[in-house]
């Protein structure tokens, strides 16, 4: 398959969605959505947020810590991302999904493709 990710294809999209192209998207969401719920669960128990406090001198110590923020910036912007899924599988529900926040025109089905929870186009993005 040829890689299409180039962004070339961002942008206004002429027309609504097709069905075929919103049960697409619905079921990339819900994919993605259960796979950052997996992330999240399997790091509740990561032994690296434990080591924080068990880790002997100042240097280590230090690298624990940076790590440790290292890992709660990740697990924040996969809440964000998850939260944002979830407004999008919303949005599905209640008709008005792949409308731009900004201009009101369609989101090009190649842009949210890419992020399925995407609220604004391409141009309004920038
Ligand atoms: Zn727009």
Redesign the pocket.
């Known amino acids: 398959m040829p890689n299409l990710a180039s962004g070339k294809r961002e942008g206004h999209a002429a027309e609504v969605l097709s069905v075929d192209e919103q049960i697409e998207l619905e079921i990339c969401a819900r994919g993605e959505l259960e796979q950052l719920r997996k992330e999240a669960a399997t790091e509740e128990v990561d032994p690296q947020a434990v080591a924080v406090d068990v880790a002997i001198g100042r240097l280590s110590r230090l690298d624990s810590m940076q790590m440790e923020e290292v890992r709660k910036d990740a697990s924040r912007r996969r809440n964000q991302r998850i939260h944002e899924l979830q407004e999008a599988l919303r949005r599905m529900d209640e008709g008005d999904y792949g409308l731009?926040e900004?201009?009101g025109?369609w989101i090009a089905y190649a842009r949210l493709e890419q992020r399925p929870e995407a609220i604004?186009?391409g141009?309004?993005a920038r």
């Open positions: 731009c900004g201009c025109q604004l186009c141009d309004c």
